[in-house]
Structure formats: C-alpha cells, structure tokens
C-alpha cells in the first residue's frame, strides 16, 4: 500500500519558503558585515597614505645619495630643506625636499640656475615637516599628515657598514 499521494502538504511548503528565507537573511547580514570590513580598511589606507608616501620618498632619495657628503640641511628662499647634491656631467645639481603651501615638495635644478619654491614638484600633502640633524649624524625627520597622523624616523645618510 502506498501512502504517498500526488498531494503536497502546506508545511512542507511552508518550511521551504522559511529556509530559502533564512539563506538569503544570512547572506544579506554577510555581504553586509564584508561591506562595512572593507570600507574600515579602505579608509585606514587612506588615512595614511600621505605621511607613508612621504617617509617612503625621503627613505629612498636619501639612500639614493649613500654618500653622507651629498646630503646636507640647507634653504631655499629661506625655507628649510633636505639637499642632496648629484654631480652630472661636470655640473652640480641638487634636489631640495621641502614643505611649501601645505605640501611636500621635490625640486631638482642645477646650482647655477636661480630656483623657486613654487617650482617644486607636490609629493605629499602635509601640515608639517621638520629635519633636524643629530650628533650621531642622523637625520630625524619629523612629520604631520592633512589627517593628523604623525610619524618620526631618523636615517643615516652614508653608505652601510660592511
């Protein structure tokens, strides 16, 4: 004897409509806890992207001129700058890093020509940017970001010790 019969009941119905309910709640509440993880990690990136690009910058210019004699604090148009000085062909060449209307600035010109601080190009937007050189013959470098994240590191200019 067969019990079964062409007829559906209304609770078997009714539980599939309420676990296909359920999926697509659980799916929602993940797409939207994914959503506001990414939107935590895009906004932590932006945050810092300026001081980190900054400190990258200076990190790899200075280790560019490992020579501790081509790196040296000077001024242009009475700003404070990082100098590096590159030799090109006879001629004398530098590069002053400096902060200028809100943003770090490289600029690269020949000692001979006349240059300006409106001439550099931006790296970085930042509030402040300060260099001090130590005893040891260090640079500290010292920095404050347009969303007041701050960073210090010191670096050494000179070739490493082998």
Request: charged share 20%; aromatic share 12%; glycine share 8%.
């Amino acid at each position: 004897m067969n019990r079964t019969s062409g007829r559906d009941h209304s609770v078997d119905l009714l539980f599939s409509i309420l676990l296909f309910g359920t999926y697509v709640l659980f799916l929602l509440l993940m797409l939207l806890f994914a959503a506001k993880a990414y939107r935590n990690a895009v906004k932590g990136t932006d945050e810092n992207y300026h001081l980190r690009t900054a400190m990258s910058y200076i990190t790899v210019k200075i280790r560019q001129h490992d020579n501790g004699q081509d790196v040296f604090l000077g001024e242009i148009q009475g700003t404070e700058a990082l100098c590096l000085t590159d030799d090109i062909d006879g001629k004398t060449y530098t590069t002053y890093i400096y902060l200028y209307d809100g943003q770090l600035k490289e600029l690269f010109t020949s000692d001979e020509s006349r240059a300006s601080l409106s001439m550099g190009t931006a790296i970085a937007s930042l509030n402040s940017f300060i260099i001090e050189e130590t005893p040891e013959e260090f640079y500290r470098i010292s920095m404050e970001d347009i969303n007041g994240s701050t960073g210090t590191f010191l670096i050494h200019p000179g070739a490493p010790a082998v």
